[in-house]
């Protein structure tokens, strides 16, 4: 098990910046889990932003590629989504989820991310 939480949402103007932070801690005995942040706008399915591998390759939603990007774990106990040229559309609430064998397993509270046009 995998306990997440998250930091740094807020209010921010189009085209601006914004870095999410995911403290995540576990047990000494466990290898590293699989990190990735998703979203949930209001009204839709919630899903995958970005996701962070043991081996640190990366993967990216299409409509984030070039403008987001999620840095960290491997040990650290923090995951970092950095948001840049943000738009109205990536208005949503951000979680954190972890797994060993299932990527979304456990989950953290969440933060909101408004972006006002």
């Known amino acids: 098990q995998v306990q997440l939480v998250e930091s740094g949402g807020g209010l921010v103007q189009a085209g601006g910046s914004l870095r999410l932070s995911c403290a995540y801690s576990?047990?000494?005995?466990?290898?590293?889990?699989?990190i990735g942040w998703y979203r949930q706008a209001p009204g839709k399915q919630r899903e995958l932003v970005a996701r962070?591998?043991?081996?640190?390759?990366?993967i990216y939603a299409d409509s984030v590629k070039g403008r987001f990007s999620i840095s960290g774990g491997n040990g650290r106990g923090s995951v970092y989504l950095q948001m840049n040229s943000l738009k109205p559309e990536d208005t949503a609430v951000y979680y954190c989820?972890?797994?060993?064998?299932?990527?979304?397993?456990?989950w953290g509270q969440g933060t909101q991310v408004t972006v006002s046009s």
């Open positions: 989820a972890a797994g060993f064998v299932n990527p979304t397993d456990d």
């Open positions: 962070i591998m043991r081996d640190g390759s990366t």
């Open positions: 576990k047990s000494i005995f466990s290898s590293e889990p699989v």
